[in-house]
């Protein structure tokens, strides 16, 4: 049985809808691409830079983040790194991605806005032509620099509107509230931009009202701390607003001390519309099927779970009519097939 539920979590087509690029930049390519760009790190190998991933919190994890994406530098950099993102989703059945990136860490430290979503870009395309397998990015803005800066990006990023279909917003959640950066989000949402926000990861339930409230977002990223407040439990469940919850980041980063602690079960008990991702899979320990083998071990969820989970996947992906039904039939062709050729 636990065999069973293994290969259907590993099998079944999904979405990944939380995931930032720079997150997936494995220790072995932050060295490859450290010497090809010559860039000096402060660590002397990949076992030294693997050990440096104990975090504590939130913070202590995104000082060595940003530490990583400093060897990026060419457009093929930002190409290699998407393309293995891709190869490593389409073995795990991803069928489409929705991928962050974060282009203040890269303009700060003189590389191109083109640079940066030309190459990640590519990479799309090419998933896109090998493998039928669908992408789209959402730049993010960093909360902990001001909201002129994150002007500043939008100004940058207009000319590549195309290449981009929303906005969202992360980095140190604690002390830099939604409401921060209400008017460039209010203007993201005048030009077309689909939005979302990270909120209620480490920070309080009040910032999950001012992401939808005041910035008006479509999902919620993390969103876990809303079982903090009952009421907005209730109305997450009510109005179908999906979290894009990932489990393994939040044992790393210590939001829960454990799996068996985290709250996923009393969320979906509670009816919130819930999705399964991997955050950034090179510094918490796994890409979304470990999230979901991890999850379904801990918590004893079922088979009748990762349907709804693959469902929700795609009903909560910002693609058109047509997609999400044909994404939708390949989950219920999978779920109804035959269960003996797995
Ligand atoms: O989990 C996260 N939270 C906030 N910012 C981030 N940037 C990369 N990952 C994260
Ligand atoms: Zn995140």
Redesign the pocket.
């Known amino acids: 049985m636990t065999d069973n539920i293994h290969t259907i979590l590993r099998q079944m087509p999904k979405a990944e809808l939380h995931i930032?690029i720079e997150?997936s930049l494995e220790p072995e390519l932050i060295f490859a691409l450290a010497e090809r760009n010559r860039v000096e790190l402060k660590y002397a190998s990949v076992e030294e830079l693997r050990r440096a991933y104990a975090f504590t919190d939130?913070q202590s994890f995104?000082d060595i983040?940003y530490a990583g994406a400093s060897v990026l530098l060419t457009e093929q950099d930002f190409y290699d790194m998407t393309r293995a993102y891709l190869q490593r989703a389409h073995a795990d059945k991803v069928r489409h991605a929705e991928i962050f990136f974060d282009p203040q860490t890269h303009t700060e430290r003189g590389v191109e806005f083109a640079t940066c979503i030309n190459g990640i870009h590519r990479a799309l395309e090419d998933a896109k032509a090998q493998w039928d397998m669908s992408g789209a990015l959402i730049m993010c803005f960093l909360r902990h620099l001001s909201e002129e800066e994150a002007f500043a990006t939008l100004e940058l990023a207009l000319p590549y509107r195309d290449k981009f279909i929303g906005i969202g917003l992360?980095?140190s959640?604690r002390g830099h509230p939604p409401e921060k950066f209400a008017r460039v989000f209010a203007q993201c949402r005048e030009l077309g931009f689909h939005l979302v926000a990270?909120a209620g990861?480490e920070g309080p339930p009040a910032y999950i009202s001012t992401a939808l409230d005041v910035l008006h977002v479509e999902r919620i990223d993390h969103g876990v701390r809303c079982l903090d407040d009952a009421a907005l439990t209730q109305r997450l469940a009510r109005e179908k607003i999906a979290l894009t919850v990932?489990p393994l980041?939040n044992i790393k980063l210590r939001v829960f001390d454990c799996m068996p602690e985290h709250n996923f079960a009393k969320l979906l008990d509670a009816g919130v519309t819930l999705t399964v991702n991997s955050?950034?899979p090179a510094y918490f320990g796994g890409y979304i099927n470990d999230n979901f083998l991890a999850l379904f071990d801990a918590l004893s969820l079922t088979q009748e779970h990762a349907r709804q989970l693959a469902r929700n996947s795609f009903a909560a992906a910002f693609i058109d009519t047509a997609a999400k039904q044909k994404y939708l039939d390949e989950v219920d062709a999978f779920f109804d097939g035959d269960q003996a050729g797995r």
């Open positions: 930032h997150g939130l995104l983040y992360d980095s959640e990270h990861e990932c980041s955050d950034d």
